[in-house]
């Protein structure tokens, strides 16, 4: 079964043209690191994807290399983002995303592999850009794909800051927890984790 699917034909069939209001409507709504204009959120419109994903499947699968090719604006629904330390491990809910998120957007930028899972929590519609009409976007509309780049790349940004602060926390918090490990020895384990996933 694909992952994603359009809407059965008994229902009318909704096209991009049909959601480009919603997509410019949900593009515009996005903090100010995406700073399009109305034109230029119809421009990326224009390049998106519509997709139908139905409740309980999992559309990104963390580690998996197979569907990193692009993002997705959420539009309608609920996702659940869960991340695992393994894959045995149970999976950790990150976030719930509501209609304006963007998944995966590291993806589109490399070839790496998924960071997390997500798993469609409601029936959900979303707005896929693949990399090949981001390429597109980038000969036909520089301007456009430029925003759009530089708007990613502060939002990553802005995640990295968190999970720095988020990880100086834990840090602290472990410290206290136990008095015998000070912050080098954990820096020294986090080092050691690092180089052996290199």
Same mark, same amino acid.
């Given at each position: 079964?694909?992952?994603?699917?359009?809407?059965?034909?008994?229902?009318?069939?909704?096209?991009?043209?049909?959601?480009?209001?919603?997509?410019?409507?949900?593009?515009?709504?996005?903090?100010?690191?995406?700073?399009?204009?109305?034109?230029?959120?119809?421009?990326?419109?224009?390049?998106?994807?519509?997709?139908?994903?139905?409740?309980?499947?999992?559309?990104?699968?963390?580690?998996?290399?197979?569907?990193?090719?692009?993002?997705?604006?959420?539009?309608?629904?609920?996702?659940?983002?869960?991340?695992?330390?393994?894959?045995?491990?149970?999976?950790?809910?990150?976030?719930?995303?509501?209609?304006?998120?963007?998944?995966?957007?590291?993806?589109?930028?490399?070839?790496?592999?998924?960071?997390?899972?997500?798993?469609?929590?409601?029936?959900?519609?979303?707005?896929?850009?693949?990399?090949?009409?981001?390429?597109? #976007?980038?000969?036909?509309?520089?301007?456009? %794909? @430029?925003?759009?780049?530089?708007?990613? =790349? $502060?939002? !990553? +940004?802005?995640? &990295?800051?968190?999970?720095?602060?988020? #990880?100086?926390?834990?840090?602290?918090?472990? %410290? @206290?927890?136990?008095?015998?490990?000070? =912050? $080098?020895? !954990? +820096?020294?384990? &986090?080092?050691?984790?690092?180089?052996?996933?290199?």
């Amino acid at each position: 079964m694909p992952l994603f699917r359009r809407p059965p034909a008994s229902r009318a069939s909704p096209t991009l043209r049909d959601w480009t209001p919603r997509i410019v409507d949900v593009l515009l709504r996005m903090p100010a690191w995406l700073r399009l204009g109305k034109t230029e959120a119809r421009i990326l419109a224009g390049y998106m994807d519509i997709q139908f994903v139905p409740a309980g499947i999992v559309f990104i699968r963390q580690d998996d290399p197979t569907h990193a090719d692009g993002m997705m604006l959420l539009l309608d629904g609920e996702v659940s983002v869960e991340k695992s330390a393994n894959q045995q491990a149970d999976s950790l809910v990150v976030s719930i995303a509501q209609p304006g998120a963007l998944l995966g957007e590291m993806g589109i930028l490399n070839d790496a592999p998924r960071s997390a899972s997500c798993v469609a929590y409601t029936d959900v519609v979303l707005a896929l850009l693949t990399r090949e009409a981001l390429e597109r #976007l980038v000969s036909e509309f520089p301007p456009v %794909a @430029a925003k759009l780049a530089l708007g990613i =790349a $502060s939002r !990553l +940004a802005e995640r &990295l800051r968190s999970t720095s602060s988020k #990880l100086s926390t834990l840090s602290q918090v472990t %410290a @206290a927890m136990h008095p015998t490990l000070d =912050a $080098s020895t !954990l +820096a020294g384990g &986090l080092k050691r984790n690092k180089a052996r996933r290199q």
